[in-house]
């Protein structure tokens, strides 16, 4: 197992502390800042937009992970990678040319990562898997931090790894929502690479300690 990869969700911080809480970030154990934008169209909740995102980038010293949960993602690629997006992550939901979008990702040089929701079979992604770079098993239900982790979803996790593997894909495999230290290591051990974790970060009394230990439980 390679070292895991994690990604405090921004979602989870204080936006009114937001440069401190990036601060953190930049001071940590973490790789990536995870960043999520919905529309209140493709999931029930407004997160935030180009504004917010740019004051993160200001003082991000770290690759920015964006995951776009909004319809017709194509409008705004290019601001994204404009805004500093390191990987752009679409839904496989939102998408009805899901090549051309991952293509388009990667001509405005950045990662191309997809979404699955819960019920989407990992098969989904199968024809278009050389234009990926990054996976995303949503764990949750996208739309909300908080969440408590679907316990299906480790076994998808599994299967999503054995077709990767199948096909001799490079791409990396993220988890996202209610990840903690006590689903990291089965998340770990069913092939995830990167992980997202909110609440667990933001919401510890010492947030860069427990990016540490989430660092190290997978290998514990
Ligand atoms: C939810 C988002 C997640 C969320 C994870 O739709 O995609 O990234 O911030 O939050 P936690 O870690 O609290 O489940
Ligand atoms: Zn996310």
Redesign the pocket.
Known sequence: MNQPIIAP?I??ADFANLQRDVELINHSDADWF?I?I?DGEF?P?ISFGFPVLEAIQKHARKPLDV?L?IVQPDRYLEQFAKAGAATITVHYEACTHLHRTLTRIRELGCKAGVALNLQTPVTAIEDVLDSIDQVLV?T????????K?VPASIQKVRKMRRLLTEHQSPALIEV?????LNTITALAEAGADVF??????FKADDPAAAIRTLKERPFA
């Open positions: 969700s979602l989870a995870h999520d919905m999931v909740n995951h949960m949503m949750i239900n996208p739309g909300f931090g908080g969440q982790l996202d929502g209610g990840v903690d997202v974790a909110g609440t667990s970060v």
